[in-house]
């Protein structure tokens, strides 16, 4: 597999964004499109109050079928009911009309604030013309559905098809705060020229998002607008599965570090392996406790090893099997916790380690065989920030 | 009832405190007593990671009787293995020989950092003469059992036993960080001069713990020393459970209060109450959701009425029953959410209300007649600054 380090479309996929008005400056609306129809899957979150483009977007993908996707922020069309529907729809005409293709192939999504009305009259008037505007570059997009990540984020990679064909993978998406997905996650769009058939990519795409997005977390905070969505438009002709959805897991755990780096405030990546779980709800549990918890993460955030953290922070999980005794954890390659006690060690070293980015957790809880991974960052000042004004500002 | 706005000891109970040197400055030593025996319950955390001092009270705690109370901070005896057991049982023995008692009347509770061994010759010099300073002012015992608490913490109230003599309750507390109890809290100790029985004492105990303690959070990281302990020396006669209960109940609502906002960082506190719920784990669930959500908790430091994070932690409640629709919320007298929706509310006037002390977020998902409240507090760059560098200070 080659990943690129500038992401590039697969053949037959191009975006365009502009600015229509919702954020005071910068692109605020994006379309991605395909040339011709592809096979599409999605995920949405699994939160109550799911955004109207969510609502409409479970009836879409049913078909399974997809060649486009619009895409605003600012305004999430969140809890705005009958209205928020019919706006959400609006804006998929509007995208089609543009394209020239039926409606029922465009798949919305909108992030920002919940619980305003959706200004559907300036989404409308800056799609029109934007076709003319569609171009190669998957950063363009990437730009047009940021909230408040720190950078656009496109990620794609190359594999073989069955007749040695490259086929690319690419990969868009926006995290920053709200982001502890369950489902699903943030925004995050993925292209392919492989000839995938929907069902298979349906199986392939929820198995691959439960090992990445559904195990990032910013803030615990599941979004209302959280969508997963995949299209394949077989440009570039069949491909192996079992390589393609390597190469997809390879793909969106890339992008899964990228969300966590970039989470609101975060200075540093925190990644978390949990092994010798006794089944893999354990060990994902564990890895979500020590990823999430606050005095975790402003341990990161100070650099300071303050290791009985971890102690508390496996124990805490009330329901999951574990024997003090058997517990081990290491900080980068350095031992801090054996047979459930603080180990001695460097502290000077530690330190440092705990000063660079990523910082790698792992915890072995010595009583099975399951293991799992979770990315985090650390909490910062720069959170709170952007939290306690992100409505006015 | 009557409550003490200085809080006094019930009859027969006294407290001192010193600085033994685990702490560079202030008392970090408490010794809380009884003249007499008494019946006594307690709750423990359920971290798998108790403390030693837990760990051994659990044990002591099945007789049902204690006379004293010994309590450290700066270092909680927490991963300690086997010679912190040992050291945890040679702080309660020289407790005892000091008040010249049986060491299986005495509990221990040690808080601060896990994980470092107890410098157990400085506790037992510490407890030496220090009977000779026992004293009336609960506050003296309150101040010396705190770690990042701004403020040491102790009420009391009265009631009228059976044969009309006043009964006095006394409530001495730390809370500030690492407080999700699940138990169980913090460190809480009751004092009553009340009679009642220590079976009784522990179903009381117990229930009260769960509307009250066990309904704060202030960042959701359950502790490894939680403990609250129960000890009624009878010296004020019996009392009527009904009446007792309430007294408890209402003292240990408003020391949640006070813990809550006394949170690491606090600037506020957070009282959420969900009503209409389907079941009692239902609203529990949602009050505590909304306490600890992260983009709720800086919406309160803000003061910004981004309500739609209201709905966003109560969709997050996947297993709960909620029909988005039927959801209502009020921040102070102002309705924010109706029928699902951010409903037309003035602005100015709910911010005025999140910028007062406390806040109250009242929620009614409007499916049922279960109702719970919860205690949390907002987040701010206090509550970064104490954790990023808490071991090193």
């Known amino acids: 597999m080659i990943t690129h380090?500038?992401?590039?479309?697969?053949?037959?996929?191009?975006?365009?964004?502009?600015?229509?008005?919702?954020?005071?400056?910068?692109?605020?609306?994006?379309?991605?499109?395909?040339?011709?129809?592809g096979a599409?899957?999605?995920?949405?979150?699994?939160?109550?109050?799911?955004?109207?483009?969510?609502?409409?977007?479970?009836?879409?993908?049913?078909?399974?079928?997809?060649?486009?996707?619009?895409?605003?922020?600012?305004?999430?069309?969140?809890?705005?009911?009958?209205?928020?529907?019919?706006a959400a729809r609006a804006m998929g005409r509007a995208a089609a009309e543009e394209l020239g293709i039926d409606e029922s192939l465009v798949i919305m999504s909108s992030t920002g604030v919940i619980g305003v009305p959706l200004p559907i009259d300036r989404i409308q008037a800056g799609l029109r013309g934007l076709s003319a505007q569609?171009?190669?570059?998957?950063?363009?997009?990437?730009?047009?559905?940021?909230?408040?990540?720190?950078?656009p984020k496109a990620l794609s990679c190359e594999i073989r098809g069955r007749d040695d064909t490259p086929i690319t993978i690419t990969l868009v998406a926006k995290g920053a705060g709200m982001?502890?997905?369950?489902?699903?996650?943030?925004?995050?769009?993925?292209?392919?020229?492989a000839e995938v058939e929907a069902r298979s990519l349906d199986t392939i795409l929820r198995r691959v998002v439960d090992r990445t997005f559904n195990m990032l977390s910013v803030d615990t905070d599941t979004s209302t607008s959280d969508s997963?969505?995949?299209?394949?438009?077989?440009?570039?002709?069949?491909?192996?599965a079992s390589a393609f959805e390597d190469a997809l897991l390879a793909l969106c755990t890339r992008m899964t570090e990228v969300l966590a780096r970039d989470g609101e405030g975060a200075t540093r990546l925190l990644r978390v392996?949990?092994?010798?779980?006794a089944s893999l709800a354990d060990a994902r549990t564990v890895a979500r406790s020590?990823?999430?918890?606050?005095?975790?993460?402003?341990?990161?955030?100070?650099?300071d090893p303050n290791v009985g953290r971890i102690l508390m922070a496996v124990g805490k999980c009330v329901g999951v099997r574990v024997e003090p005794e058997r517990v081990s954890?290491?900080?980068?390659?350095?031992?801090?916790?054996?047979g459930g006690r603080r180990a001695r060690f460097d502290d000077a070293r530690v330190r440092e380690v705990l000063q660079g980015d990523p910082v790698d957790l792992r915890v072995d809880l010595g009583v099975g065989t399951e293991a799992a991974r979770g990315w985090g960052c650390d909490l910062s000042h720069g959170y709170v920030d952007e939290n306690a004004a992100y409505y006015s500002s």
């Open 5 to 37: 380090e500038t992401a590039r479309f697969p053949r037959g996929f191009r975006c365009a964004a502009t600015h229509c008005g919702l954020k005071k400056s910068g692109d605020d609306l994006a379309l991605f499109a395909s040339d011709v129809p």
């Open 40 to 86: 599409a899957a999605a995920v949405f979150t699994r939160n109550h109050f799911p955004g109207a483009p969510v609502i409409v977007g479970r009836e879409r993908i049913r078909e399974g079928r997809l060649q486009a996707v619009v895409v605003n922020s600012k305004v999430s069309n969140v809890g705005t009911g009958a209205e928020g529907i019919a």
């Open 134 to 151: 569609l171009g190669d570059d998957p950063l363009v997009g990437a730009r047009g559905i940021m909230t408040t990540d720190s950078h």
């Open 179 to 193: 982001v502890a997905p369950n489902m699903a996650t943030m925004l995050a769009y993925l292209f392919t020229d």
């Open 228 to 240: 997963c969505v995949m299209i394949a438009n077989g440009r570039a002709g069949p491909v192996e």
């Open 273 to 277: 392996t949990v092994s010798g779980a």
């Open 290 to 303: 020590l990823m999430e918890s606050p005095l975790i993460k402003t341990m990161v955030h100070g650099g």
């Open 329 to 338: 954890a290491r900080i980068g390659e350095t031992a801090v916790v054996e």
